[in-house]
């Protein structure tokens, strides 16, 4: 198993810009979520899924949106990015109660 | 609002020391509380989970332990190896999955 997969690695974009974050798990786990790491912060959680086709809000939804389609696959979009949204951004997958994590999405917004 | 704090921020030793990294937690009504490791550049991997029910996990060198009434759980390394060195973050589930992270200490073992 690949685990959880996040693409790109590294991005960079203007303010304004919009992109997607892909995140995809091959483990047939039902809960998947986004979370940001800013230095000094810990991880935030943005938005989180229980299963395909229902989604919800985390403690710092604002700027983004997700979609469930899949049950493999929960990506983040960001309609107009702010350098606010400069951080680290790491999907994570469960079914009980331990959480697998992706290596990450570096944001870079200028 | 749950809110998670980890002491000390950062903390350097010496090879073979044992160490107690710290957390605390001020909503005692948690599913669990979780401790993970994040490797720089990398995402967090999963170390000791505890129940609310529990008191304290063990997976080879590492115990955890849970004071809920307290708001305090402690993670033990014994013996530290340069290998070891990592930032350890501690999770508190309050609704199910919903995790809610410590700043994080970073450790250093020094050979």
């Known amino acids: 198993n690949a685990g959880v997969t996040q693409t790109p690695k590294f991005q960079v974009l203007k303010t304004g810009q919009s992109m997607t974050l892909q995140c995809a798990q091959d483990m047939n786990h039902e809960y998947m979520s986004w979370y940001r790491q800013d230095p000094g912060m810990g991880l935030r959680l943005i938005h989180y899924s229980v299963g395909a086709g229902i989604t919800d809000q985390g403690e710092v939804p604002n700027g983004y949106n997700v979609s469930r389609s899949t049950t493999e696959d929960f990506p983040l979009r960001l309609l107009s990015a702010a350098p606010s949204q400069t951080s680290v951004y790491f999907c994570?997958?469960?079914?009980?109660?331990?959480?697998?994590f992706g290596p990450g999405t570096r944001l870079l917004v200028l | 609002k749950q809110e998670v704090t980890q002491i000390p921020a950062a903390l350097s030793v010496p090879e073979g020391e044992n160490l107690v990294l710290n957390c605390s937690f001020t909503?005692?009504?948690?599913?669990?509380l979780q401790w993970f490791r994040q490797d720089p550049g990398k995402g967090l991997t999963s170390l000791l989970l505890i129940q609310s029910s529990q008191r304290e996990q063990t997976s080879g060198r590492l115990n955890a332990s849970l004071d809920k009434s307290s708001g305090r759980s402690t993670l033990y390394i014994a013996a530290s190896q340069p290998g070891d060195s990592a930032t350890y973050l501690c999770?508190?589930?309050?609704?199910?999955?919903?995790?809610?992270f410590g700043g994080g200490t970073r450790l250093m073992v020094k050979p």
């Open positions: 994570a997958s469960s079914m009980g109660e331990t959480q697998y």
């Open positions: 909503d005692s009504a948690i599913y669990n």
């Open positions: 999770a508190v589930d309050n609704a199910g999955n919903m995790l809610t």
